[in-house]
């Protein structure tokens, strides 16, 4: 069974909830906080493992659209950030996922050039390595209530287009979802084997193809159309 | 992985204030610390979520821009230079300007506060006081939605109500970017999509909630009511509307006096003053609310037209059809022809119905509810403009043609709204000295002889609220205080007294004439403003030009209550209020600013704040939000009163602060079953209201498509009764006060010419007004702001990527960077708001973003529009409710090299404080 | 992708040190000297590199992945490489025997090292430009060119260095073939391109980030053809004409040298990671 993140691309608003809920909950553990650097000056600069764009999308026979894209690591199965890292820092556990170990991280930035998703950033303070750890200290926390051994991310996003859970296990609803919404993992080609899935935009501006009010006494004058109204009730 | 698990943590529960959603929050400390704040699973409001600010939160009380003791300037104002004094010194001097006033003339203090949440204990205050001069920040605000709502339908958009989140099939979201209520509006969105329902966006900007809408009609700016009477006019041609719905629960039916007489274009009364419809069952006059009264839509009686004759006679003109708007508003005909018949098909064809049987106050019985499931939402896009009031009545015309209001999948109310306009009170504004106010400041004029005029006809207010310019400013007009203080326009005043609101800044119009304003002197050196008290939080811009510096508490330092008595935090099925308490103790020498006032009350023995005897009457304001009662048995909570068991009603309970913080520092009442639909006309509704204390008895009302206050001002404006208008405002007034909603052209329109461009400004998500910008995490997201150019005019002008523009209004120019945007209305820019900073202001560094490239196009506006032909300059200003018109800005653009700081660079502003007082 | 100057000087130093320790190692020209160079260049390119360590203290740590990591090989070979040879070097400090076997074993690992430091960049799908054979040829070119200057004799030096003026030049026109020929889109990054074209409207945060200053951001003068041509002048053709017209080798090795700090410099800055689509949206160098 794996447990990941299926992103909703049509119903985020990019509010960045998710951006700063995952800082706190991050920062807020003893190994892996995130400090700032200059952080009240010209170029504050800090490690955020979730970060959202906002792209537009252009066609012609449509207006354009605005999609807001969070990016976060996408947990791959096949992880190219393990085998570079020289140190064993980056590894994978026995469930699957990808964590870093802090304390035998040299800061040698390798394993983020290696990630294509561009999901690991180099805490500026401590100088190690940080990535999206799924909240493992939540999801897999027993003296957390059930429903909240979720990511802090999923826990906070307000529009509810965060989900977690097993996308391929296609008895579940997140797993009807996926296959309903056409889920897809970004950049397959580069053999990563995500196991998070993005939900793609549903289609939009249809309006229009629709039907048009027919008039009640075509050409009729306002004593006409209360009589016909009026009368009609 | 080991991290240690946050379980073990405390958790305290309170109410977040990084904005002014009031979401519930968990609060996780570690030796006292703040560690993690999440969303409260149990609140109303948020159920769990929270938003990016919310989030931050932790960052806010550790922010190196909280104030950290009172403050009394020792340079000139807006040089920094302070020094700390004590609390008691403080309120010494803060007692002495204020005795002296309120002993002499109580209207030379001037005391506005900001997005405090707590009215109704400033304004006690202030009435208690006696000056006529209070307001919070509504008129720069939402004014116009805020009162178009009450006197239309007893409720409104702002904050007053929301979508049937549940059960609306398509929502159409009007100039809406984040809103109060903005994680109820995300929960809201994403669980429309979850269910398959649409959402329509009209907004000229598709981002946040309107870029995951499913349809965007990308409007061109201010023509809102253009479009909304065009489908009123499409949806009545078809034949569209709800009869019944408009014959039993609005003034539809009810008859108008005809002929040009005094009181021609009012409502027909009886003997006894009751409103007159026709009775179907007799074909004879009856009183709107009589007993088993079946109003008849038709009327019938020889020259009077119903309010419904009146309307369709109106909106069926041609002048009102898809193809006669559409090139004005830029939406094409058929496209708004598909909308009306769309929303016609949603509301009557997927009509929903409720099994649940209620009595309407006529005691008709239903054996259902029967609900259109057609949602609307709409903010600042249409408010913020100076046609606002009437646009955000047309929205509600359109939705009662609909039936979509109190009926389920439409706007539901929050308690305790709804509350007919009849409840709400007129303004009171004679100050005598040494006395309080004799009512409220705040409230709704029924005609001209409400206004807030003195006996010479000059304003009562020094904001010139309730005057012929803008009879229903019915939230005061906080935006031209300081200039007209500075300008001495009705009167000269003493004291400046600021809570809460970045008045020399990001809220005020011109800025820059603002810092003149405050930093002005007279003849004899003396500053023309004399005194400027003001409670801050944070080191914002508008410290520097106070005088004495109240420093307040973080919101997670003090008490606070989101109480029935102001902007509610329920929602459409349940009653809501709650606390904040003080989860951490402050390490600073600072106060909570409604304590302050409970202390400086006593001080001056106000009337209220002492006993008998003349001792403090409240020891602070978490013993005033207990014991203060309203009126007797009404308190500012609802939750837990008398012995712990009774809600609504109740004798204080001095316990039950610690009840709210039991329950996770909310309370909560579910609306009973056949009460929650229909609130207005249901006699269950009305009965639990007045157990619950909302409303002393039953007040049943219908909705008014014909808004008859109004009227009675182009009565005057026509001549008629004693209150006569200046005869320079007579016509402007008789095109206003149109008692049927209708679209005049933002005043600026005659510009368009020279200033193609409409310029606007949106909420950001993840930042709240000018506090976002001290918070480590949230200015790292946004640390300055662009101005986003529409695809075509950035492809003619000849931009390339990095570029600057000069952008040019009628009342000045800024210099910025700009970016191109496709999914934007094509005569719009546009930027975020509030990003720019004054250098040195919030304890961040000379060189902050903020303030290098960071910009405001405030400095761009004017709080009067340019002369007229007479030299004439009329407010940039609703003339219906005074509601500043920040939308309707204009501009030019110009291409110019890229530039190392935006423009204007106004001096720095760090403070300097030259004494310290030992910690 | 950020051009460190730690990495840049680790790369050109140890390239050529480990080139000329290599040439030592096969005995071209053995002597004190050479030895002594060779290990200065390698030496310095390897503490240079410990700069490039958020954490250098750790830096042991990074022997223990050597089944993965080719960080990990390339510390075992340096390692190795240096002390293999510090017999051979030994010994002909104080004039001992040639030591010929170690010597050639020494050679193989100095080319191995060389090959495990191109192999980092060149097993990195994500960066398509590195991602190819070439990688490991130019490297190992490079240093068999630096390695030539002190140990072989003029005339094949030159020969060697034009051949690798040839080889870079290829190569940068070949690269941006291929990275021009994968088509590689902000839509195809995003998924999102099936429906229109994607342009970035507002990326996640107004100021810097470790993502955009390490992999996202490049220098102006990236894909400049000037600058590349510089590149070959100094690593290729000039010390090719210094060497022929009879200039000292020291001298024409620091010209080369200078070439091939700006040849990395390039190979950095013009290497663009995939997860710059998500911001910048193209992965060619810009030609103005
Ligand atoms: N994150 C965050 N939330 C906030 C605040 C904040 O600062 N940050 N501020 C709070 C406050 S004080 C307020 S008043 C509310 C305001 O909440 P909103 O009303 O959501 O405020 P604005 O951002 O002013 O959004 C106005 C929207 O109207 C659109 N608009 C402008 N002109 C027109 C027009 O003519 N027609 C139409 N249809 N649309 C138009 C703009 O594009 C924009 O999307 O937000 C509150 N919530
Ligand atoms: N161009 C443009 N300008 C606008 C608008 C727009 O849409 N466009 N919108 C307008 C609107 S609707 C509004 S509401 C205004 C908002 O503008 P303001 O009301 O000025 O809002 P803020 O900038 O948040 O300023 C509030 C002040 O309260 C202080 N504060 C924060 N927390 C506390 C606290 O706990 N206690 C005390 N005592 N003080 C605290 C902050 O430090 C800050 O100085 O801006 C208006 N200005
Ligand atoms: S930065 Fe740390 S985790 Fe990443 S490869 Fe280097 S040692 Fe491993
Ligand atoms: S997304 Fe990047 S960091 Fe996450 S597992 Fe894949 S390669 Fe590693
Ligand atoms: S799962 Fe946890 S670590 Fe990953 S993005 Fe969400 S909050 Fe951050
Ligand atoms: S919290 Fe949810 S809606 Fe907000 S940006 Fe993140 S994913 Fe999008
Ligand atoms: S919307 Fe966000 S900032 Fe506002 S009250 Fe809720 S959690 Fe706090
Ligand atoms: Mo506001």
């Known amino acids: ?117 561009g999901a690991r950033e180099l805490d500026p303070v401590a100088g190690v390595m940080r990535k999206c750890t799924l909240c493992a200290n939540r999801i897999d926390d027993p003296a957390r209530p059930a429903e909240d051994r979720i990511p802090a991310c999923v826990r906070a996003c307000p529009t509810g287009a965060r989900h977690f859970g097993d996308p391929t296990d296609a ?10 919404r056409g889920g897809f993992a970004p950049m397959p080609e580069f053999g990563t084997k995500p196991t998070s899935r993005y939900l793609p935009p549903r289609p939009k501006d249809r309006l229009g193809a629709g039907a048009v009010p027919t008039p009640l006494v075509p050409g009729g004058g306002l004593q006409v159309w209360l009589d016909k109204l009026l009368g009609r009730g | 992985m080991s991290a240690q698990p946050l379980s073990d943590d405390e958790i305290r529960k309170t109410t977040c204030y990084m904005c002014a959603c009031r979401c519930g929050i968990d609060v996780h400390l570690r030796s006292g610390e703040v560690r993690y704040i999440e969303g409260n699973r149990d609140h109303p409001v948020n159920r769990g979520v929270i938003c990016a600010k919310g989030a931050a939160g932790i960052m806010q009380v550790t922010a190196p821009a909280r104030l950290r003791a009172p403050l009394k300037r020792v340079g000139p104002r807006g040089s920094g230079a302070f020094e700390e004094i004590s609390w008691d010194e403080a309120l010494q001097i803060a007692t002495g300007w204020l005795a002296k006033i ?93 269910r398959g329902a649409r959402v329509v966006s009209i907004n000229p900007i598709r981002t946040g909630y309107n870029a995951v809408a499913d349809e965007w009609l990308g409007i061109t700016p201010g023509t809102d009511g253009l479009l909304i009477l065009a489908l009123v006019h499409e949806l009545l041609i078809a034949g569209g509307i709800d009869l019944d719905y408009l014959a039993r629960f609005t003034d539809a039916p009810c008859l108008l006096i005809p ?208 005057t012929w310019e803008n009879p229903f400013s019915a939230h005061g007009l906080m935006q031209r205080v300081i200039g007209n203080a500075h300008a001495g326009r009705p009167y000269k005043i003493d004291t400046l007294f600021l809570y809460m609101a970045n008045m020399a800044w990001n809220s005020s119009m011109n800025p820059g004439e603002v810092a003149r304003w405050l930093t002005d002197r007279d003849e004899t050196g003396a500053y023309v403003i004399p005194h400027i008290i003001l409670s801050d939080a944070y080191a914002s811009e508008t410290v520097a030009y106070a005088d004495l510096v109240l420093p307040d508490t973080t919101y997670l330092e003090r008490h606070d209550a989101i109480s029935l008595l102001d902007r509610p935090i329920g929602r459409g099925d349940r009653l809501a209020d709650s606390i904040r308490w003080p989860v951490l103790a402050p390490d600073r020498d600072v106060r909570p600013f409604q304590s302050v006032l409970i202390d400086l009350g006593a001080r001056l023995g106000l009337p209220g704040f002492v006993t008998a005897e003349g001792a403090p009457a409240f020891k602070d304001y978490a013993d005033y939000l207990v014991t203060h009662q309203r009126r007797p048995g009404i308190g500012v909570l609802a939750g837990w009163r008398g012995d712990g068991t009774e809600h609504g009603r109740g004798a204080p309970n001095p316990a039950q602060l610690d009840r709210y913080i039991e329950n996770g520092g909310v309370f909560q009442a579910e609306i009973p079953p056949e009460a929650q639909f229909c609130k207005p006309w249901n006699r269950a509704w009305q009965d639990w209201a007045v157990k619950m204390g909302l409303q002393d008895k039953p007040q049943p009302y219908l909705f008014s498509l014909w808004c008859e206050p109004l009227r009675r001002f182009q009565l005057a404006a026509e001549g008629h009764g004693a209150q006569q208008p200046p005869d320079h405002l007579r016509l402007s007034l008789l095109g206003a006060m149109d008692p049927l909603p209708h679209w005049t052209a933002p005043q600026n329109t005659d510009t368009e010419a020279e200033y193609p461009l409409h310029a606007l400004t949106q909420r950001p998500p993840a930042m709240y007004h000018s506090w976002g910008s001290m ?9 300055h702001n662009v101005l986003y150019i529409p695809k075509p005019v950035w492809r003619d002008i000849g931009f390339r990527a990095g570029d600057w523009a000069r952008v040019i209004s009628p009342h000045g120019a800024i210099e910025v960077a700009v970016a191109p945007m496709a999914a934007l209305n094509p005569h719009t820019v546009w930027t975020w708001n509030a990003i720019g ?83 | ?256 040298l200078a070439g091939i700090l700006l040849s990395r410099w390039l190979f950095f800055t013009e290497a663009t990671h995939v997860a710059a689509l998500f911001y910048r949206g193209d992965l060619t160098p810009s030609r103005p």
Request: glycine share 12%; aromatic share 8%.
């Open chain 1, 1 to 117: 069974m794996s447990r990941t993140l299926v992103i909703d691309l049509d119903s985020c608003t990019g509010c960045h909830a998710c951006t700063i809920a995952c800082k706190g909950w991050q920062n807020a553990n003893e190994d892996t906080r995130l400090p700032d650097a200059e952080a009240y000056g010209a170029a504050p600069f800090g490690a955020f493992l979730n970060r959202v764009h906002s792209y537009e999308v252009i066609a012609d026979d449509t207006p354009a659209r605005l999609i807001h894209y969070p990016r976060t690591c996408v947990h791959c199965e096949n992880p190219p950030c393990v085998p570079v890292c020289p140190t064993g820092a980056s590894h994978q556990t026995a469930d699957g996922l990808v964590q870093i170990d802090a304390k035998r991280c040299m800061g040698c930035g390798l394993c983020a050039w290696a990630c294509p998703y």
């Open chain 1, 171 to 180: 008895e579940s609803p997140l797993g009807r979802l996926v296959a309903a």
């Open chain 2, 102 to 194: 309120r002993s002499e003339a109580p209207e030379k203090l001037a005391f506005f506060t900001g997005r405090d949440q707590s009215q109704s204990f400033t304004g006690w205050w202030a009435q208690a006081f006696g000056t006529p001069n209070f307001a919070a920040h509504g008129g720069f605000c939402s004014v116009n939605v805020a009162t178009a709502g009450i006197m239309s339908i007893g409720g409104a958009f702002w904050e007053f109500g929301e979508p049937d989140w549940e059960r609306a099939k398509i929502l159409l979201l009007f100039g809406v970017a984040e809103d109060h209520d903005s994680n109820p509006i995300k929960r809201g969105l994403g669980a429309m999509k979850a």
């Open chain 2, 259 to 466: 002929g040009e007489g005094p009181e021609s274009g009012l409502y027909l009364r009886d003997a006894e003053g009751r409103v007159q419809v026709i009775d179907r069952r007799t074909g004879a006059l009856a009183p709107f609310d009589g007993e088993g009264v079946d109003p008849d839509l038709r009327g019938g009686l020889a020259g009077h037209r119903t309010v419904f004759e009146a309307l369709a006679e109106r909106y069926l003109n041609p002048g009102h059809s898809a193809e006669a708007v559409a090139d004005r508003v830029g939406i094409p005909a058929g496209q708004i022809r598909a909308l009306a018949a769309e929303l016609a098909r949603v509301a009557f064809d997927e009509a929903i119905e409720i099994d649940q049987p209620w009595t309407d106050f006529r005691g008709h019985h239903h054996d259902r509810m029967i609900g259109r499931p057609v949602g609307f939402h709409a903010m600042r896009g249409i408010a913020a403009h100076s046609n606002g009031f009437q646009t955000a009545r047309a929205l509600h015309l359109l939705q009662m043609l609909l039936g979509a209001i109190e009926t389920p999948g439409g706007l539901r109310f929050k308690p305790p709204y709804p509350k007919p306009l009849a409840a709400h009170p007129v303004p009171h504004f004679t100050a005598t000295p040494g006395a309080p106010l004799k009512g409220p400041h705040l409230g709704f004029p029924r005609g001209p002889a409400d206004l807030a005029l003195l006996p010479d006809g000059s304003a009562a207010r020094i904001d010139e609220a309730f």
């Open chain 2, 775 to 783: 918070n480590a995490w949230l200015r790292q997201i946004l640390g």
């Open chain 2, 837 to 919: 900073k004054r250098k040195g202001a919030w304890g961040l560094s000379q060189d902050a973003p903020e303030a290098e490239k960071g910009f405001l196009l405030n400095h761009l506006m004017h709080d009067l529009m340019p002369p007229d032909a007479t030299g004439a300059r009329v407010w940039n200003a609703d003339p219906v409710t005074g509601q500043a018109a920040w939308f309707d800005l204009r501009v030019r653009i110009e291409r110019i090299a890229r530039r190392r700081f935006s423009l204007p660079r106004l001096p720095e502003l760090s403070l300097k404080i030259l004494r310290r007082r030992p910690a």
């Open chain 3, 1 to 256: 992708m950020r051009a460190v100057p730690s990495v840049i000087l680790f790369t050109t130093l140890s390239g050529a040190g480990f080139g000329t320790l290599a040439a030592a190692g096969l005995g071209l020209g053995a002597g004190p000297g050479v030895w002594l160079a060779g290990y200065g260049l390698a030496g310095a390119g390897l503490i240079a590199s410990g700069f490039h360590l958020a954490h250098p203290l750790r830096a042991p740590l990074a022997f223990r992945r050597w089944r993965t990591s080719w960080l990990s090989r390339e510390a075992w070979a340096a390692v190795a490489a240096l002390l293999v040879l510090a017999a051979p070097a030994a010994s002909a400090l104080i004039g001992g025997p040639e030591l010929r076997f170690l010597g050639a074993l020494g050679a193989g690992l100095c080319l191995a090292t060389v090959v495990s430091t191109a192999m980092i960049y060149a097993s990195l799908r994500a960066v398509p430009r590195w991602h190819h054979g070439s990688v490991p040829l130019t490297y190992l070119a490079c240093a068999g060119t630096g390695g030539c200057f002190l140990t072989t004799a003029p005339g094949v030096t030159a020969l060697a260095c034009l051949a690798l003026a040839v080889l870079l030049g290829a190569v940068f026109v070949l690269g941006d073939r291929r990275v021009a020929a994968l088509g590689l889109t902000r839509g195809w990054a995003t998924g999102l391109g099936s429906s229109g074209t994607v342009r970035s409207f507002e990326l996640p945060r107004s100021g810097p980030s470790f993502i955009t200053r390490e992999l996202v951001e490049r220098a102006a003068g990236a894909g400049s053809p000037l600058l590349r041509l510089l590149s070959l002048l100094l690593a290729g053709l000039a010390p090719a004409g210094l060497l022929l017209a009879g200039t000292p080798p020291a001298a024409a090795l620091a010209v080369h």
